[in-house]
């Protein structure tokens, strides 16, 4: 699974987003991972190249239940043409992955998404704005809900220090929003029982978090 150089080893690990009515898994995020001494830690760099990208990628995916997956871009990897028809090359010419997401945590531009859009839509690979309701703001985000598929909200926005958010309000207001424009909506950062009450409450039926399960190496 570990791949790359003396100096640097990445791999991805995987997170379960899980169906919370029936406690199934949906589909696993790939979060990439940088080795260092002490360690797995988030990568110093996101810029893998797509060979060594593509081949961790595969390695992962032959280990999962469940071949469903969220794959994080940064917003370079999202614009560059050439990296997405590559993504789309890669899936079409991977009959066991059943279904892509790419998660964005950046907020392109409405003609980045559009253009991009279009080159993914022909893989079927669907579009996720990442962590709604923090770095991306609602003025950021909802004038690109044509263009996108699914929203998550992390339940870390409304428990950071200091914070009096009504926490059923906050992510409420973004169920609502996603509902409001036929999106998918998952529930991120889900530690508790009493997240998971929270979720119920609102009809959340996707969630991610602690909860359910750590990122580790697909084995």
Known sequence: MVAGTDEVENTFFAQPIINIDTGATMRYELLLRERRPDGWHLPSSFGLPFVEARRLLLAALSHLDVK?????????????????????????????????????????????????????????????????????????????????????????????????????AQVGYWKRLADEHHLHFTLGGIESHADVDVAEQLGITEGQGFYFGRPVIPQ
């Open 68 to 168: 469903q997956i969220d794959l994080n871009l940064t917003a370079a990897q999202f614009a560059n043409a050439r990296f997405i028809n590559r993504l789309v090359e890669l899936k079409l010419a991977t009959p066991e992955l059943v279904h892509m997401n790419v998660e964005l945590t950046g907020t392109p531009s409405i003609v980045t998404l559009q253009q991009m859009g279009v080159l993914l839509s022909q893989a079927d690979i669907h579009v996720t704005i990442d962590d709604v309701g923090s770095d991306n703001l609602r003025m950021d985000v909802v004038d690109l809900f044509p263009c996108i598929d699914n929203v998550k909200f992390a339940m870390q926005n409304v428990r950071h220090p200091g914070s009096c958010a009504d926490v059923e």
